[in-house]
């Protein structure tokens, strides 16, 4: 079922590797022309433009973009028993894990009468995004909200698309996991003009103040994702997602049936889903597309998940040796990447690149995106060869804190004035010179 690639006996450059990948094809420059007239309508018109362009995509117009409190009480009296003691359980393991990403103020004394601090500080305000579209994503809002809340970020506003089903409210299950939380300011609306509105803020249709943010996270389709593109330095993103990946490594120790419905799970998100296996078992990989076969045709969305597995972003990579896929699983730098080979924990410590690294058999990325405690809100698209996923550190701002005595100033001031000297930039060097009252290289 999947198509193959072959670099058994060969193990090409890494810039090679990237071009031969599966990877899913996503110009967010091609519908730029088409978000920014949705950006700068937001910017001008406010909330009219928002409900505008809410009526034309989403076929709901609601009353008012803020959610009342009070139908964010009733989704939570609502909620189904199961789903909310599974909610609160991926909460408490999430806030278990984040909880310990907290850093502290750190001074370095550099010299006696000099110091150093680095201040972590957090964001003030913050947008978080819950997408709504082919499902709905309750865990991303957990995913979202609780290492903000963990960093301290002291103003949260979540943003989710009206549903005409529920009466231009987010789907229910958004707002009770909202409740859950304890966020209590919800927008409702989504894409490009959720971004916009977060960004410029506005006024709401029963007059109250809808305030900008600083900073803008979650998932979305590239409509959002060209919107945070256009909006990137008024206001800060955590990065462009794109379609969700899965990369797995296996070896012929792995099970197939778990290769294969780890496969299935993602490939459901999305027809542009990428599901990638690399081997150094040709059996196994018969024995995946086999799997793949039987459970495609009996999973909910077979359809899509059949799409995403046929897609140019999905195939088998065949491999000599655990060694040269380690090489190629790095060179794809994937979202979620599943080592199931023999050892599998120390595979897994020799890899470089990955969003989330899911260890052995009973570490499936489902866990990862409920209960595990780790964050799902991953680099997409080979972004992980240099950035991380969502953490309470994407919510903190280090500042340094410089704090010198006049001795210590004197103390360096020639070095300053040399290297201001050494830059042509002689005023930078007067700035000390003034301070301490005499030429650099003396005595006195």
Same mark, same amino acid.
């Given at each position: 079922?999947?198509?193959?690639?072959?670099?058994?006996?060969?193990?090409?450059?890494?810039?090679?590797?990237?071009?031969?990948?599966?990877?899913?094809?996503?110009?967010?420059?091609?519908?730029?022309?088409?978000?920014?007239?949705?950006?700068?309508?937001?910017?001008?018109?406010?909330?009219?433009?928002?409900?505008?362009?809410?009526?034309?995509?989403?076929?709901?117009?609601?009353?008012?973009?803020?959610?009342?409190?009070?139908?964010?009480?009733?989704?939570?009296?609502?909620?189904?028993?199961?789903?909310?003691?599974?909610?609160?359980? +991926?909460?408490?393991?999430?806030?278990?894990?984040?909880?310990? =990403?907290?850093?502290?103020?750190?001074?370095?004394?550099?010299?006696?009468?000099?110091?150093?601090?680095?201040?972590?500080?957090?964001?003030?305000?913050? *947008?978080?995004?819950?997408?709504?579209?082919?499902?709905?994503?309750?865990?991303?809002?957990?995913?979202?909200?609780?290492?903000? =809340?963990?960093?301290?970020?002291?103003?949260?506003?979540?943003?989710?698309?009206?549903? @005409?089903?529920?009466?231009?409210?987010?789907?229910?299950?958004?707002?009770?996991?909202?409740?859950?939380? *304890?966020?209590?300011?919800?927008?409702?609306?989504?894409?490009?003009?959720?971004?916009?509105?977060?960004?410029? /803020?506005?006024?709401?249709?029963?007059?109250?103040?809808?305030?900008?943010?600083?900073?803008?996270? /979650?998932?979305?389709?590239?409509?959002?994702? %060209?919107?945070?593109?256009?909006?990137?330095? $008024?206001?800060?993103?955590?990065?462009? &997602? /794109?379609?969700?990946?899965?990369?797995?490594?296996?070896?012929?120790?792995?099970?197939?049936?778990?290769?294969?419905?780890?496969?299935?799970?993602?490939?459901?998100?999305?027809?542009?889903? &990428?599901?990638?296996?690399?081997?150094?078992?040709?059996?196994?990989?018969?024995?995946?597309?086999?799997?793949?076969?039987?459970?495609?045709? %009996?999973?909910?969305?077979?359809?899509?998940?059949?799409?995403?597995?046929? /897609? @140019? =972003? +999905?195939?088998?990579?065949?491999?000599?040796?655990?060694?040269?896929?380690?090489?190629?699983?790095?060179?794809?730098?994937?979202?979620?990447?599943?080592?199931?080979?023999?050892? &599998?924990?120390?595979?897994?410590?020799?890899?470089?690149?990955?969003?989330?690294?899911?260890?052995?058999?009973? +570490?499936?990325?489902?866990?990862?995106?409920?209960?595990?405690?780790?964050?799902?809100?991953?680099?997409?698209?080979?972004?992980?060869?240099?950035?991380?996923?969502?953490?309470?550190?994407?919510?903190?701002? *280090?500042?340094?804190?410089?704090?010198?005595?006049?001795?210590?100033?004197?103390?360096?001031?020639?070095?300053?004035?040399?290297?201001?000297? &050494?830059?042509? $930039?002689?005023?930078?060097?007067?700035?000390?010179?003034?301070?301490?009252?005499?030429?650099?290289?003396?005595?006195?």
């Amino acid at each position: 079922m999947l198509k193959r690639t072959d670099l058994r006996g060969r193990v090409p450059s890494p810039a090679q590797l990237r071009a031969l990948l599966p990877r899913a094809e996503v110009d967010v420059d091609a519908v730029l022309h088409q978000v920014r007239p949705v950006v700068d309508a937001v910017r001008e018109r406010g909330v009219d433009a928002v409900l505008d362009y809410t009526e034309r995509f989403d076929a709901v117009r609601p009353d008012r973009v803020r959610v009342p409190a009070r139908e964010m009480e009733s989704a939570l009296a609502s909620l189904d028993p199961v789903v909310r003691e599974a909610l609160e359980e +991926s909460i408490a393991r999430a806030r278990a894990v984040h909880a310990d =990403q907290r850093r502290e103020d750190v001074t370095t004394r550099v010299v006696d009468g000099g110091t150093v601090t680095e201040r972590w500080v957090p964001v003030s305000r913050v *947008g978080l995004y819950a997408p709504g579209g082919l499902a709905v994503y309750p865990s991303s809002v957990v995913m979202n909200v609780v290492p903000a =809340q963990t960093a301290g970020v002291g103003s949260l506003v979540l943003c989710s698309p009206p549903q @005409a089903e529920f009466g231009g409210l987010p789907h229910p299950t958004i707002l009770a996991a909202a409740a859950l939380l *304890g966020v209590d300011d919800v927008w409702a609306v989504g894409g490009a003009q959720a971004v916009a509105l977060l960004a410029y /803020g506005g006024t709401d249709t029963d007059g109250t103040e809808l305030e900008p943010v600083d900073m803008v996270t /979650g998932p979305g389709n590239i409509y959002l994702t %060209a919107a945070k593109r256009l909006l990137r330095g $008024l206001i800060g993103i955590d990065s462009e &997602a /794109g379609p969700t990946e899965i990369a797995i490594l296996a070896d012929d120790t792995a099970d197939p049936a778990h290769v294969a419905a780890d496969l299935i799970s993602q490939a459901e998100h999305d027809t542009l889903a &990428a599901s990638v296996l690399v081997t150094t078992s040709e059996a196994l990989a018969d024995a995946v597309d086999e799997e793949l076969r039987r459970r495609v045709a %009996a999973t909910k969305h077979t359809e899509r998940v059949e799409q995403a597995l046929r /897609g @140019a =972003q +999905s195939g088998t990579v065949l491999v000599s040796t655990v060694d040269d896929g380690l090489r190629v699983v790095d060179a794809y730098a994937a979202e979620h990447l599943a080592i199931q080979t023999a050892n &599998a924990r120390e595979v897994a410590a020799r890899v470089r690149n990955a969003g989330a690294i899911f260890v052995g058999p009973y +570490s499936p990325v489902s866990l990862g995106d409920y209960c595990a405690g780790s964050n799902h809100v991953l680099p997409t698209g080979g972004f992980a060869r240099h950035s991380s996923g969502l953490s309470v550190q994407s919510f903190l701002r *280090g500042i340094h804190v410089v704090d010198y005595n006049e001795q210590a100033l004197r103390d360096v001031a020639d070095k300053v004035v040399a290297l201001a000297n &050494a830059e042509d $930039l002689p005023a930078h060097g007067e700035a000390v010179m003034a301070r301490t009252g005499r030429l650099p290289g003396s005595d006195a």
